[in-house]
């Protein structure tokens, strides 16, 4: 499994963002995809997931009924849509692939993709 995740940039606070997650042969392998982020001088958190059954978990309670997350599994990709974005969301943000289950832990996790990074300006 091959993860790339794209779409990170500068925004205003209280806009959105749209990140993407390409994770070759996620579907037909039965990975779960978790987005992770690492906030300046903080620890990797996980924040949401997505089974290729189209189960989600929220990890992070901060950002429950701002971000949402999809898949399409035709085209091996994950989506992280990001609104009401705040100065606090600044981090790189990853995704990264779990067989099977979702998982917050990122010890868990079996593959990374590369971050990217998103800065939420006040």
């Known amino acids: 499994v091959q993860l790339q995740a794209s779409g990170g940039g500068l925004v205003q606070a209280g806009g959105s963002l749209r990140l993407s997650c390409a994770a070759s042969?996620?579907?037909?392998?039965?990975?779960?995809i978790t987005w992770f982020r690492r906030a300046p001088g903080k620890e990797r958190e996980g924040i949401i997931c997505?089974?290729?059954?189209?189960?989600?978990?929220y990890y992070a309670g901060s950002v429950k009924g701002r971000f949402t997350i999809s898949r399409d599994n035709a085209k091996d990709t994950v989506t992280l849509q990001m609104n009401s974005l705040k100065p606090d969301d600044t981090a790189i943000y990853y995704c990264a692939a779990r067989r099977y289950r979702c998982s917050g832990d990122k010890s868990g996790m079996n593959y990374w993709g590369k971050g990217t990074l998103v800065t939420v300006s006040s």
């Open positions: 042969e996620f579907t037909k392998n039965n990975f779960a």
């Open positions: 997505i089974t290729t059954a189209g189960d989600t978990s």
